[in-house]
Each structure stands twice: as structure tokens, then as C-alpha cells.
């Protein structure tokens, strides 16, 4: 299985920029897809963007192109999501999860998921 922590959130001010980090682990050789999605208190979940296991083949959802950039440290199994420019709309508990078939695009069904950190923006 693949386990997800994620970390990097926490209060900041509208206009700024937060990194979230995915830090994945597990007794598995296979490769996988990291996705990130948001959900805000009482919506539903949304997804930001994902990045095949090679780090180099991204995808977005329309709505996060400019702001957001995901990105991935391949030897340490990191997967970061850069947000920039935050507005009040961006609080929501942010997660990451894996792919085990290393898909890429709107549709892929996700295996593990992390439990997600908090990015709370004021204005």
C-alpha cells in the first residue's frame, strides 16, 4: 500500500503563497499518479491537479491553471503543490492521493488518499 501525509498548510493572508507537500511511502515498487484535490467546509471535493510518478507529465483542472503549479522531488517521493496569489475562496482542507496506475486526467479513480491539511486564507 502507499501511505500520503501531507503538511505545509496554515493561516495566511489573502495574496500570498503557500507550498504543500505530499510525502509518500509504502512497500510498493509500482508507480503511481499523485493527485491533489480541495474541499472547502461543507462542498464538495475538487480536484486541483495531478503529476504521473516521472514528475515531468502534469495535468490541471481549467480552473487552477496560473495560481496553482504541481510539481514532484522523484527521488524523495515529494509532491508539492504551489498556490499562489491566495484568495479567501482558496480555505479548504487540501489532499493528496495516489494513483496506483499512473493515470492522468479528470476521470482517474485514486487508491489512497492522505487526510489532507488545512489552508485557511483571510482577507
Known amino acids: 500500500q502507499v501511505q500520503l501525509v501531507e503538511s505545509g498548510g496554515g493561516l495566511v493572508q489573502a495574496g500570498g503563497s503557500l507550498r504543500l507537500s505530499c510525502a509518500a511511502s509504502g512497500r510498493t515498487f509500482g508507480t503511481y499518479t499523485t493527485g491533489w484535490f480541495r474541499q472547502p467546509l461543507g462542498k464538495n471535493r475538487e480536484f486541483v491537479a495531478a503529476i504521473k510518478w516521472s514528475g515531468v507529465h502534469t495535468y490541471y483542472a481549467h480552473s487552477m491553471k496560473g495560481r496553482f503549479t504541481i510539481s514532484k522531488d522523484v527521488a524523495k517521493n515529494i509532491t508539492y503543490l504551489q498556490i499562489d496569489s491566495l484568495k479567501p475562496e482558496d480555505t479548504a482542507v487540501y489532499l493528496c492521493?495516489?494513483?496506483?496506475?499512473?493515470?492522468?486526467?479528470?476521470?482517474?479513480?485514486?487508491?489512497?488518499w492522505g487526510q489532507g491539511t488545512q489552508v485557511n486564507v483571510s482577507s
Open positions: 492521493a495516489a494513483d496506483v496506475h499512473n493515470g492522468l486526467g479528470p476521470f482517474i479513480v485514486y487508491d489512497y
